[in-house]
């Protein structure tokens, strides 16, 4: 992965759009950081969910693989040292574990893309785009289910069949975070200026997974990727 990362061809365009995807992670948790603390604080000791995959899942969809795996480490870096932190019980090398995880899940989405779709995912014919998002979807949840599934089983000693498959709940809020960073990508791509437009939808997303975790039921909550820094980690994005 190191070779392939240094390696890497990356146009102005390339840099452009990993400027972009940053930008809109750093602006989301400094508008929400104070959030992410209090509910850090709720959910400490436990494993809890947040949104970083929007914008992870949308760079490895339209970055070069060496790109998406700097932009895991810049958003999980910048967590860290504006939330994370200063909570008791998070730990440094649960946050490395989880990061490693997304990197080496994004890299797997962006490699793969890079051999099926050469000249960009959203370059191809629609029919064939939406293909290439849905492999991608698959490959980002089984790849990162697994390594959360590893962690799991080795911390907590919890059968690898519950590990591996988890809550459906939480599948069905992280397969909708998904298509955040899918929509959040394509904008990027071809539209940036709209990409405002999705903002809305992560913060309106932000409440029904602070309900769920003191559960409190809503009706647009099915339950993204949950992190590790506080327990043992159920999910890496």
Request: aromatic share 8%; glycine share 6%; with cysteine.
């Amino acid at each position: 992965m190191v070779y392939a990362i240094v390696t890497d061809s990356v146009t102005n365009a390339d840099f452009v759009r990993f400027c972009v995807l940053v930008l809109l992670s750093v602006a989301y948790i400094e508008v929400s950081r104070q959030i992410e603390f209090q509910r850090r604080l709720i959910a400490a000791g436990s494993a809890h969910v947040d949104v970083t995959s929007v914008w992870l899942f949308a760079g490895a969809l339209i970055l070069p693989p060496g790109l998406a795996v700097i932009a895991v480490v810049a958003s999980f870096a910048h967590l860290w040292a504006r939330s994370w932190s200063r909570v008791d019980g998070a730990r440094r090398y649960r946050v490395v574990y989880s990061a490693a995880g997304v990197a080496l899940t994004c890299f797997a989405v962006s490699t793969m893309l890079r051999h099926l779709a050469p000249d960009g995912v959203f370059r191809s014919t629609p029919i064939a785009a939406a293909g290439l998002i849905v492999l991608s979807v698959c490959v980002y949840r089984l790849v990162n289910r697994s390594i959360v599934a590893i962690a799991v089983v080795a911390s907590t000693g919890a059968p690898v069949r519950a590990a591996l498959v988890g809550r459906w709940s939480d599948h069905a809020l992280e397969l909708a975070t998904l298509a955040l960073g899918a929509a959040t990508a394509g904008c990027v791509a071809y539209a940036p200026w709209f990409v405002v437009m999705v903002l809305p939808a992560v913060f309106l997303r932000r409440p029904i997974c602070s309900m769920r975790r003191r559960g409190v039921s809503s009706p647009a909550a099915s339950s993204p990727g949950p992190s590790v820094a506080t327990r043992a980690p159920r999910s890496c994005s």
